[in-house]
């Protein structure tokens, strides 16, 4: 599948459960994005990444810990979640040509992956 | 601080009616504003942007700056308009990076 592609598409986790969410995308895009989307809120921008590098962390719990191997692939990481936190988290993905400025260019969003914690 | 305001959580109309989702921004510099949708089990998508001035699927979208809005339109709905869409703005953080920050969204119901 060409785009942005996220998996799993559905996950069901315990509170002490550790586990990984994945996005890679297919389009030679150098930014990265976690966005999550819960009821009643709007989407909430957890992580950037620019060229591999972690440039925004929006005042998220440590509890989730995202990682950029490479420019395609962008991963969070999860443990001892609350419930709360059970919500569609979405990666994106855009082509950043650098600087600082708003983004003009368009962003690509994945399927999302449907988490809930138990 | 960036803020996209979407006042309509629900939105409905009959096909042929005009229809309008408001959205109002809060930014101190220059924002980029988008409008995203996202159509019954699909994902995210971009539907227009301020900068291109064009319009999309018979939808069109003007920025405002004296009012700080970029409301979205369309003079006749069809039923596969029907969908959640997004007002976005994207502006610089205290970092430098750039960032898109989302409305609630509304949820237009288009009826037959």
């Known amino acids: 599948e060409t785009g942005v592609t996220q998996t799993p598409r559905h996950l069901v986790m315990g509170m002490t459960n550790k586990k990984s969410l994945k996005c890679e995308q297919h389009l030679g895009h150098n930014a990265m994005y976690w966005y999550k989307q819960s009821a009643k809120k709007p989407l909430e921008l957890m992580f950037v990444?620019?060229?591999?590098?972690?440039?925004e962390n929006n005042s998220v719990p440590s509890r989730f810990s995202p990682e950029c191997p490479n420019s395609s692939h962008l991963f969070l990481h999860l443990h001892t979640l609350q419930p709360e936190d059970s919500a569609l988290y979405l990666c994106?993905?855009?082509?950043?040509?650098?600087?600082?400025?708003?983004?003009?260019?368009?962003?690509?969003f994945g399927q999302g992956t449907r988490l809930t914690v138990v | 601080a960036q803020r996209v305001t979407q006042p309509e959580k629900l939105l409905s109309v009959f096909k042929g009616a005009p229809v309008e989702l408001k959205c109002n921004y809060s930014?101190?510099?220059?924002?980029?504003l988008f409008w995203y949708v996202q159509y019954s089990r699909q994902r995210l998508q971009l539907l227009l942007r301020h900068i291109s001035r064009e319009s999309i699927k018979g939808f069109t979208a003007d920025l405002n700056k004296g009012e700080t809005s970029f409301h979205l339109k369309k003079p006749f709905a069809q039923e596969e308009d029907s969908a959640m869409y997004y007002c976005a703005l994207s502006g610089s953080s205290q970092g430098g990076s750039e960032k898109l920050v989302f409305g609630k969204g509304t949820k237009l119901t288009v009826n037959p």
């Open positions: 994106a993905s855009s082509q950043d040509y650098g600087g600082t400025g708003p983004l003009n260019t368009e962003a690509f």
């Open positions: 990444y620019n060229f591999k590098e972690q440039t």
């Open positions: 930014y101190s510099g220059s924002p980029e």
